[in-house]
Protein backbone atom coordinates (compact mmCIF):
# COMPACT_ATOMS: atom_id res chain seq x y z
CA UNK A 1 0.00 0.00 0.00
CA UNK A 2 1.20 3.38 -0.71
CA UNK A 3 1.42 5.48 2.34
CA UNK A 4 1.02 9.40 1.50
CA UNK A 5 3.16 11.96 2.96
CA UNK A 6 2.56 13.81 6.06
CA UNK A 7 -0.27 11.80 7.56
CA UNK A 8 -1.12 8.92 9.52
CA UNK A 9 -2.52 5.88 7.31
CA UNK A 10 -3.87 2.95 8.99
CA UNK A 11 -2.66 -0.26 7.15
CA UNK A 12 -3.92 -3.85 8.47
CA UNK A 13 -2.56 -7.42 7.50
CA UNK A 14 -4.95 -10.09 6.55
CA UNK A 15 -7.36 -11.80 8.36
CA UNK A 16 -5.84 -14.84 10.34
CA UNK A 17 -7.45 -18.57 9.39
CA UNK A 18 -10.69 -19.61 11.54
CA UNK A 19 -10.04 -20.34 14.80
CA UNK A 20 -6.33 -18.57 15.11
CA UNK A 21 -5.58 -15.50 16.78
CA UNK A 22 -2.74 -12.73 15.59
CA UNK A 23 -0.29 -12.29 17.86
CA UNK A 24 2.04 -9.78 15.93
CA UNK A 25 2.68 -8.14 12.88
CA UNK A 26 5.60 -7.14 10.43
CA UNK A 27 6.37 -4.79 7.85
CA UNK A 28 8.17 -3.77 5.32
CA UNK A 29 8.90 -0.43 3.33
CA UNK A 30 9.49 -1.30 -0.40
CA UNK A 31 11.13 2.53 -0.67
CA UNK A 32 15.10 1.99 1.03
CA UNK A 33 15.44 5.78 1.90
CA UNK A 34 11.51 5.55 3.35
CA UNK A 35 11.46 7.98 6.66
CA UNK A 36 8.30 6.98 8.15
CA UNK A 37 6.79 6.32 11.82
CA UNK A 38 5.33 3.20 13.74
CA UNK A 39 2.31 5.55 15.73
CA UNK A 40 0.59 1.98 16.43
CA UNK A 41 0.54 -2.00 16.21
CA UNK A 42 -2.23 -3.92 17.63
CA UNK A 43 -4.29 -6.70 17.09
CA UNK A 44 -7.68 -5.80 15.73
CA UNK A 45 -10.75 -7.89 14.65
CA UNK A 46 -8.55 -11.06 14.24
CA UNK A 47 -5.93 -9.19 11.99
CA UNK A 48 -2.49 -6.92 12.95
CA UNK A 49 -2.55 -3.19 12.25
CA UNK A 50 -0.17 -0.67 12.44
CA UNK A 51 -0.32 3.19 11.79
CA UNK A 52 2.47 4.72 10.07
CA UNK A 53 3.20 8.77 9.33
CA UNK A 54 5.28 9.17 6.32
CA UNK A 55 7.70 11.55 7.09
CA UNK A 56 9.77 12.03 4.04
CA UNK A 57 8.31 14.28 1.13
CA UNK A 58 6.97 11.37 -1.22
CA UNK A 59 4.66 8.58 -1.27
CA UNK A 60 5.96 5.49 0.22
CA UNK A 61 4.42 1.68 -0.49
CA UNK A 62 4.74 -0.75 2.86
CA UNK A 63 3.67 -3.89 3.06
CA UNK A 64 2.39 -5.48 6.37
CA UNK A 65 1.79 -9.26 7.69
CA UNK A 66 -0.04 -10.75 10.31
CA UNK A 67 1.43 -13.58 12.68
CA UNK A 68 -1.16 -15.93 13.41
CA UNK A 69 -1.25 -19.10 16.07
CA UNK A 70 -3.87 -21.53 17.22
CA UNK A 71 -6.43 -23.58 15.03
CA UNK A 72 -3.60 -26.02 14.59
CA UNK A 73 -4.90 -28.97 16.78
CA UNK A 74 -2.95 -31.60 18.63
CA UNK A 75 -1.13 -30.27 21.91
CA UNK A 76 1.01 -27.36 20.41
CA UNK A 77 -1.56 -25.37 20.05
CA UNK A 78 -0.78 -24.53 16.03
CA UNK A 79 2.15 -22.43 14.97
CA UNK A 80 3.18 -19.23 13.06
CA UNK A 81 1.18 -18.88 9.85
CA UNK A 82 1.92 -15.25 8.33
CA UNK A 83 -0.35 -13.64 5.91
CA UNK A 84 0.83 -10.82 3.24
CA UNK A 85 -1.73 -8.12 3.49
CA UNK A 86 -2.84 -5.40 0.99
CA UNK A 87 -5.79 -3.90 2.97
CA UNK A 88 -6.06 -0.60 4.79
Same mark, same amino acid.
Given at each position: $??? !? *??? !? %?????? =??? =??? %???? #? @? &? ?10 VIES?? %? =? #???? &? $?????? #?? !? ?9 ? @?? @? +?? #??? +???? !?? *?? +???
Amino acid at each position: $MAV !P *PGK !P %VRVTGA =ACP =AGS %VPIG #G @G &YVWHDPHAHASVIESRA %V =A #GKWR &Y $MFKNNS #GK !PSKVSVISQCV @GG @G +GG #GGG +GGKN !PH *PA +GES
